[in-house]
């Protein structure tokens, strides 16, 4: 039947009745589905724990929580490699700094000096070149390290324990008046974290040439023992402490 057949006012009671009809229908197709599903939109914003979750947290939350902990920052060093030594390592007690009271050198420059003077190879264990001889702020391993061999680089103390038993560290310069390069004093620095951690040596045992018993030497120059005493040492203390305190 066409809708044009219909009078206007038929139309509109009809509708009307429709729209009455509307909330019944609504009710008779809830009790139909038992009301049981909730639209999805609603599930989506229940509170985490809700009638549909046990009202607690559960066991592997609980879990989780404990094992979070404060921790304290530890500076993390990374270490080259080549200065792990692969033979048996000897019981380092001191580590000596020395400057080279030159403008210029590298371990070979040195080694061949030494030679000269009738020692047996380059007498310290570390160079650190300054840029002409070497790259600035290099750390050269000598030929004694590799061996784990005694050094040749602080004589006279008693019973040659600072050669035995001491870790030489050259600084190519002139150091009395003016500091290393700041590339050196850094390679410096991350070679003595290795060294004190690795060996257990404290700070007070990282001393210049000069400290050594019986030595009668200005090295490692008036501005590196200054800046050894004020600087280098507290810093190594501090890495210590720090280190103690995070085990
Ligand atoms: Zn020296």
Redesign the pocket.
Known sequence: MNDDAIPSSRRRSIAMKMLCCLPGLFLLSAFATGCQTPPRAVLADLPEYSILKPDRPSPSRTTVVKKIRPRQVRPVARFPREWIPTTKERPWRWVVI?HSATDFGSAKFFDRAHRRRGWDELGYHFVITNGRGGRDGHVEIGSRWGKQKWGA?CGGTPNNAYNNYGIGICLVGKCSKSLPSSGQLRSLKKLLGFLTARYGIKPADVIG?RDAPNAA?A??GDALHRYLNNVIRPELSRSRRLAAGSR
């Open positions: 020395h680089h040439h030497t090295c490692p």
